[in-house]
């Protein structure tokens, strides 16, 4: 594919893995959850014949410590010593450190961490979600970008596509920001000053000064935009253990702050255990939170070679064109079709796109769903969740429950 044929009004989507008839494509796996709330995704279905190369990294033995691409060779290993800020003070509903039980841990309000469909659905009913979400302050100029992004651009049923937007109160201008909840994205808490330094999040804060920036931000939502902020992702990803002690007595729904290791592609999990795993970037809580989700971010894969890992778009430097763009979504996107149909995430800041036009367009082309029947876009609390949650028990009943919703948006 060449750079020149790259454009929102000629590509197929990115999700056009290949030139599949209707036959392909299997109606009765299309569903959608009921909308308590908003978090959007795309929701595609893929022909199965589509074969891709995976890769496997060994981390069962070491720590990865990551803020930025790395080159595995560079990866280096640490301890979770320095996750227990000195101020720490536990919350009431903690537990140690426990193995999660797949008999006790059940849906909907419980489910262990792992690559596996919820409710042991087949692949061939389970819908591809795609997560987009933007992060930091709205300006005048990065809602330009959003609407040239996704406005216009609606499912086959004429619903638009939607976005998740984790909104820091820095540098943000409140009518744009509900200029974007209006339009159906969802509207997510970021903090209040996103300040530096970056260790201050992780390491200096104490748990009055969380709460403050949590909680702040999230009366300011309310105050400005008229919505309920259920969402959370640290800045810098960042977090500390008092973080989760924050949400979790204040009624968050999710956070969405903790990477996976490379190779590592996990479904939406609760804190009512902790990981198998161990943690990726030295971010994870010690102690368990009931009932808190956690929308991971499942680290993309750089380069063709699997040599260069990130958490989020604007890490993958190597990006100088539109078709590299392009097709470093398109390699991540069928790692997650062709293992388990995990939630791919398109997780970024809008400075990526910055003197960068050539990004844009090649995000745009993975976007744009040419009136294909097998593109569906939603968003991440409202229907990754509750895929996850009411879709768990494998019941009929309860999988015609969410087909028929679905359908009637």
């Known amino acids: 594919m060449s750079a020149n044929v790259i454009r929102r009004d000629t590509l197929q989507t990115l999700f056009e893995l290949s030139s599949a008839s209707e036959n392909n494509f299997n109606q009765s796996s299309i569903i959608q959850a009921p909308t308590p709330t908003t978090f959007d995704a795309t929701i595609t279905m893929l022909p199965e014949n589509v074969l891709t190369e995976s890769f496997l990294v060994e981390t069962t033995k070491s720590i990865f410590s ?67 979400t933007m992060d930091d302050g709205v300006t005048p100029e990065n809602y330009q970008l959003y609407s040239e992004l996704l406005d216009g651009l609606t499912n086959f049923n004429g619903c638009p596509i939607k976005a998740t937007f984790f909104v820091s109160g820095d540098n943000s201008d409140y009518a744009y920001v509900k200029k974007l909840q209006q339009s159906g994205h969802e509207i997510a808490d970021h903090s209040a000053t996103h300040r530096l330094p970056e260790e201050w999040w992780s390491k200096i804060a104490a748990l009055e000064d969380l709460e403050k920036e949590i909680l702040t931000q999230k009366s300011t939502i309310q105050q400005e935009v008229g919505t309920t902020t259920l969402g959370w992702r640290n800045p810098f990803l960042a977090s500390q253990e008092n973080t989760f002690k924050v949400l979790a007595e204040n009624q968050f729904l999710y956070d969405s702050s903790l990477g996976t290791t490379p190779g590592t592609r996990w479904w939406p999990y609760t804190l009512d255990y902790l990981p198998s795993l161990p943690c990726y970037m030295t971010n994870c809580p010690s102690f368990t939170y009931p009932g808190i989700w956690e929308i991971p971010l499942v680290t993309l894969q750089c380069d063709e070679s699997a040599t260069t890992f990130a958490t989020m778009l604007d890490e993958c430097t190597n990006l100088v064109t539109e078709e590299s763009t392009y097709n470093m979504l398109m390699t991540n996107f069928k790692l997650h079709y062709e293992d388990n149909k995990q939630p791919f995430p398109m997780f970024g800041h809008s400075t990526w796109f910055d003197n960068a036009s050539y990004r844009k367009d090649g995000v745009a082309g993975g976007m744009e769903p040419e009136g294909d029947r097998r593109i569906w876009n939603r968003s991440i609390a409202k229907h990754s969740l509750r895929y996850t949650e009411f879709y768990g028990d494998g019941d009929k009943k309860g999988y015609d429950a969410i087909k028929n919703a679905y359908e009637g948006i």
Do not use: H
């Open 66 to 132: 990551l803020n930025e691409p790395m080159i595995m060779e560079t990866f280096t290993t640490s301890t979770q010593t320095d996750l227990i800020s000195k101020n720490l003070i536990l919350p009431k509903s903690s537990e140690s450190v426990s193995i999660c039980n797949v008999k006790n841990c059940l849906l909907s309000s419980c489910r262990c961490a792992g690559t596996d469909i919820p409710g042991g659905l087949s692949k061939v009913n389970t819908p591809q979600i795609i997560l987009f």
